[in-house]
T-cell receptor, first 114, second 117 residues
Framework: KQEVTQIPAALSVPEGENLVLNCSFT??????LQWFRQDPGKGLTSLLL?????REQTSGRLNASLDKSSGRSTLYIAASQPGDSATYLC?????????????FGKGTKLTVNP | EPEVTQTPSHQVTQMGQEVILRCVPI?????FYWYRQILGQKVEFLVS????????KSEIFDDQFSVERPDGSNFTLKIRSTKLEDSAMYFC???????????????FGPGTRLLVL
């Protein structure tokens, strides 16, 4: 059974700092990995999707990497801003014929202090 | 930019009552999903739906749950007889199914917060 873990559970940084969020998964047979942002009491906003054949994806100040063999992904946020404060979730879709469900981690709650 | 929408945003119901949660997926998307998140816990998969039928469901999705796409735009989740433990945020998601990362990305709605008393 796929398990997704995100460490740390919470992170507080000063504005302008570069930071890395970690995600690990137990079964390396994944189809893709998706990073989301969740604001308190709100829905999930998709940030990046990395396909299993890729090693990284970039969008603006965000860069996500994937190392399937070690079961790890990182989300790098450059020059953090107070508006980046949110909970960041990673989710994996397993490479099982026909399965589309995403298995989520519990998230890292990021606070960027002005 | 197209978005998944959900109604209502909040619903309070009595235990044993039926509830219907509504979603309008992004137009031209072909794959639809329901997930839920109990307060303080992980987001959990409930069901996926494609070509007018369920393609996968989790252990949570028992006989009390059903999904329907009654017309070309709406996608609904029905809970027949709600229990206290059904209290959660329910998210609808959709994806296009086109090739590449864009087609694989699941886009989530803002959620319906269900409280069962």
């Amino acid at each position: 059974k796929q398990e997704v873990t995100q460490i740390p559970a919470a992170l507080s940084v000063p504005e302008g700092e570069n930071l890395v969020l970690n995600c690990s998964f137990t079964d390396s047979a994944i189809y893709n990995l998706q990073w989301f942002r969740q604001d308190p009491g709100k829905g999930l906003t998709s940030l990046l999707l990395i396909q299993s054949s890729q090693r990284e994806q970039t969008s603006g100040r965000l860069n996500a990497s994937l190392d399937k063999s070690s079961g790890r992904s990182t989300l790098y946020i450059a020059a953090s801003q107070p508006g980046d404060s949110a909970t960041y979730l990673c989710a994996v879709q397993k490479a099982d014929g026909g399965s589309e469900k995403l298995v989520f981690g519990k998230g890292t709650k990021l606070t960027v202090n002005p | 930019e197209p978005e998944v929408t959900q109604t209502p945003s909040h619903q309070v119901t009595q235990m044993g009552q039926e509830v219907i949660l509504r979603c309008v997926p992004i137009s031209n998307h072909l794959y639809f999903y329901w997930y839920r998140q109990i307060l303080g816990q992980k987001v959990e998969f409930l069901v996926s739906f494609y070509n007018n039928e369920i393609s996968e469901k989790s252990e949570i999705f028992d006989d009390q749950f059903s999904v329907e796409r009654p017309d070309g735009s709406n996608f609904t989740l029905k809970i027949r007889s709600t229990k206290l433990e059904d209290s959660a945020m329910y998210f609808c998601a959709s994806r296009s199914g086109t090739s590449g990362a864009a087609g694989e990305t699941q886009y989530f709605g803002p959620g319906t917060r269900l409280l069962v008393l």
